[in-house]
């Protein structure tokens, strides 16, 4: 079954979310995946660990053979990112301290995630896909 993915940005994120979480029972896992933005200049994230993340994080999700669905979170550029007071940073459902980060999100809270330092790590992967 091919993943199905959503994405936002803090703005949309509301809105984006409620679609998220209303149509997660229908899918064996469901995933969000925080990420920075991509910067205009170069297309390209800002973020080193994205780069190397996030093509991992794909590949690992597509090749399940259930179906899941993942939320593609767009923190902001580096200089938005870096406030204290993020609005995902204070959120006490994520309480963001770095990107790339990958959550498993289910019954409504996270069942595990994935920091910035091990988010490209494939066996980290399978473990949260297989909700170990």
């Known amino acids: 079954m091919p993943m199905k993915t959503l ?3 803090i703005s949309t994120f509301d809105g984006v979310f409620e679609k998220f979480t209303s149509e ?4 064996k896992a469901n995933f969000i995946v925080f990420l920075a933005d991509k910067d205009p200049s170069t297309n390209r994230s800002w ?4 780069v190397r993340a996030e093509p991992v994080i794909y590949k690992k999700l ?9 939320l593609k979170a767009y923190v902001g550029d580096r200089p938005t990112w870096r406030n204290p007071q993020h609005p995902w940073r204070i959120d006490s459902r ?6 790339p980060t990958l959550v498993r ?5 996270i069942k595990g995630r994935l920091e910035d ?12 896909l297989s909700g170990k």
């Open 7 to 9: 994405e936002a940005t």
């Open 24 to 27: 997660s029972p229908n899918n």
């Open 47 to 50: 973020c080193p660990d994205c």
């Open 62 to 70: 597509e090749s399940s053979p259930d179906d899941v669905a993942l």
């Open 94 to 99: 994520f309480k963001l301290k770095g990107v």
């Open 105 to 109: 999100w289910e019954d409504g809270a």
């Open 117 to 128: 330092h091990e988010a490209h790590l494939e066996h980290k992967i399978d473990a949260l």
